[in-house]
């Protein structure tokens, strides 16, 4: 599950934000991090969702970085 | 309507007034088949009925009987019975005239009576002309594509005032691709039997066995929405069938892209290409022809003396008509010279009004407002895609994201249409830009129209 999650966020950026690079698991996904705007990060919930059926931008707290998405797949 | 049938019938009675695949009604038959509807619908004592059957040849007799008689008569859509009660219910129909298995009496809600129409149309009486009543209401039920289904009242005294430009054209023969419950189905009808046309009506009425009833049964009209018009260009190139030979192509009920016009003037290069804007609230506004999307801006200009004229208010159309509906059901009676909101948006460009959307169709992308039709305009031009349905989707982070559902064509590389479906939108605003593009066999439409609300 861990490896298919990473390999969701890491298309996805590789796509919306190719001068971003490798995305390492603590890599901040906004600002000075991958810099996903707000409709980059909303287009991501999508994917996420569309894949496993439920998206961690659902929650109360928004993840931050690659290994909060996972943390929560992990605990969902 | 009966006058019409009636003027067809003594031009020549043996010709072909209703024909589908398994069989032709000619207009001196429809005719006694309406005045056997008439005398049974004045036996029945009713004052409104409903209508649950779809045979193209007993509706129009009905309908055509209705309208002689004063009874207001609403055909139901072709739903399922639990839909069909619900509507039964919602417009309070004390009887309901149908020979559907699936529609019994004990199926009917308490004091709701159901009749045969084969029971009623076998009535026996002897043909009399009969004076049209001052008063002869018609109910339409619009689609819903945009929530519940509405009643709008209509008169057929004003309904067959809209004919009045219509020439005689007895070699045309018309494809019903609308359903007959449909504003626009009933303004097919309408224009066929004033010119004592014929009305060529496969079933089902989806694209396929319209392709099928242009090629077999001579089809030379046809009047559709332009999803349908996409659907049909579609089996078009699966098949590699001839191309029928039409002598015009009409197209509304729903906005239309200007990609469609391109494809439909290149796949019908010699046919003329024809443009409805109506509403069963509001009736036909009149068509353009010049192969361009949206409405002349000269349509604003129009004046106090015309039965219907336009304007824009703040982007959107509203409209004042003298030959649309009596009213909603259940209110009273409208101003005919009362302006109202269509609830089209539109935008003027190079002397055209073009259509952005529904207002209720609006997508709200963390504040900023995305017309769908905008965005679907560019995805549909792009190859392998048949259709688009672009609507807006619930997300956590900006309450919407643009969505978008396509169906690719047969063999298409999903792949490569999802990159060509982001290249060709991003120039767009941010917001606008599909943030999730997912491939189906079919879109969710409503009388051959695209339904743009999320599912729920």
């Given amino acids: 599950m861990q490896d298919r999650v990473e390999q969701i966020v890491r298309e996805f950026v590789a796509r919306v934000k190719p001068e971003a690079g ?39 707290t928004m993840p931050e970085t690659l290994s909060d998405i996972v943390s929560f797949y992990a605990t969902a | 309507m009966i006058e019409f049938l009636r003027r067809g019938a003594e031009a020549g009675p043996q010709r072909p007034a209703v024909v589908t695949h398994e069989q032709t009604v000619s207009y001196g ?30 509706v129009v007799a009905m309908m055509a009987a209705a309208a002689s008689t004063g009874v207001e008569v609403c055909l139901l859509p072709p739903d399922e019975a639990e839909q069909v009660l619900d509507l039964v219910v919602r417009f309070d129909h004390p009887v309901v005239v149908t020979d559907r298995d ?36 018609h109910l339409v039920l619009t689609t819903g594509t945009t929530g519940a289904p509405r ?42 039997f004033a010119a004592g046309a014929t009305l060529v009506a496969p079933a089902p009425r989806r694209p396929r066995e319209g392709l099928a009833a242009m090629r077999a049964l001579a089809v030379t009209h ?79 200009e129009r004046g106090d003396d015309a039965d219907v ?22 209110e009273p009676d409208v101003d005919a010279e009362e302006w109202r909101p269509t609830g089209d948006l539109v935008a003027v460009e190079d002397g055209r009004l073009v259509f952005l959307g529904r207002s209720s169709e609006i997508i709200n992308v963390g504040g900023v407002k995305v017309h769908p039709l905008v965005v679907e305009e560019r995805i549909g031009a792009v190859a392998g895609v048949d259709v688009a349905r672009v609507y807006g989707r619930r997300n956590p982070m900006t309450g919407q994201i643009v969505a978008v559902e396509v169906v690719a064509s047969a063999g298409a590389d999903t792949t490569a249409i999802d990159a060509a479906i982001r290249a060709a939108c991003a120039d767009l605003p941010s917001a606008s830009r599909p943030r999730s593009i997912r491939f189906v066999d079919e879109v969710s439409t409503t009388g051959s129209k695209i339904v743009r609300r999320e599912a729920p």
């Fill in chain 1, 22 to 60: 490798e995305v390492a698991v603590e890599t901040p996904l906004y600002a000075d991090g991958v810099g996903l705007d707000s409709l980059e990060a909303a287009e991501l919930s999508a994917v996420l969702e569309d894949e496993f059926g439920t998206d961690p931008f659902q929650g109360e």
């Fill in chain 2, 29 to 58: 038959e429809l005719l006694a088949m309406a005045e056997r509807a008439a005398t049974g619908l004045a036996a029945l004592g009713a004052e409104r009925i409903a209508l649950a059957d779809h045979e193209a040849a007993p």
């Fill in chain 2, 102 to 137: 699936d529609l019994p009496a004990s199926a009917l809600p308490d004091g709701v009576r159901r009749v045969g129409l084969g029971e009623l149309l076998a009535t026996t009486a002897e043909v009399t002309v009969r004076e049209l009543p001052a008063r002869r209401p």
């Fill in chain 2, 151 to 192: 009643g709008v009242r209509h008169d057929w005294g004003r309904l067959v005032r809209t004919t009045a430009h219509v020439r005689p054209a007895a070699d045309e023969r018309w494809l019903l691709a609308f359903g007959l419950h449909q504003f626009a189905g009933l303004q097919v009808l309408l224009h066929v």
């Fill in chain 2, 222 to 300: 046809a009047s559709a929405t332009p999803t349908y018009w996409r659907f049909l260009l579609a089996e078009l190139r699966a098949d590699g069938g001839p191309v029928p030979s039409l002598r015009q192509i009409t197209l509304g009920g729903e906005a239309i892209p200007g990609p469609l016009l391109g494809e439909l003037a290149a796949t019908f290069p010699d046919t003329p290409v024809s443009q409805v804007y109506a509403a069963s609230e509001f009736g036909s506004t009149g068509s353009m022809r010049d192969r361009r999307a949206g409405l002349s801006t000269a349509v604003l």
């Fill in chain 2, 309 to 330: 004229a336009l304007k824009v208010v703040d982007g959107e159309l509203w409209i004042r008509s003298r030959t649309g509906m009596v009213g909603y059901y259940g």
